[in-house]
């Protein structure tokens, strides 16, 4: 849903920004009249969605798989962590570590004190 919003939004002012960005870096100053907005779905409009679809397919799409992953691990260890409401702080504290806690080479729990 966000990328036809930034989409759009970057369409609408790619042509006066464009003007401002080009007379300030020619020192020519601001330009006496800007362009109007671009409030259509054109070809530009279209330029603007893939750029930001690919933004998202490259950056964003692999961070929220990997906060789904940390979210699915915490919500697991609570659910155990609920299951075991009768061990004590101690025993619950280390159930919910338990899937954080370090392992040697052979796989087994490394032992901390």
Do not use: D
Not at 7 to 33: D, E, F, K, N
Request: aromatic share 8%.
């Amino acid at each position: 849903m966000l990328v036809p919003i930034l989409a759009y939004l970057s369409t609408a002012i790619a042509s006066p920004a464009i003007a401002v960005t080009v007379g300030l870096l020619s020192r020519q100053g601001l330009p006496a009249s800007l362009p109007a907005f671009n409030l259509q779905l054109n070809f530009v409009f279209w330029n603007h969605a893939l750029f930001f679809l690919v933004c998202w397919a490259v950056y964003l799409a692999p961070v929220g798989r990997r906060v789904e992953k940390e979210v699915e691990e915490t919500v697991g260890a609570a659910g155990e962590y609920r299951r075991h409401s009768q061990a004590s702080e101690k025993q619950k504290t280390a159930i919910c570590q338990r899937k954080r806690r370090p392992r040697n080479p052979s796989g087994a729990a490394v032992q901390t004190h």
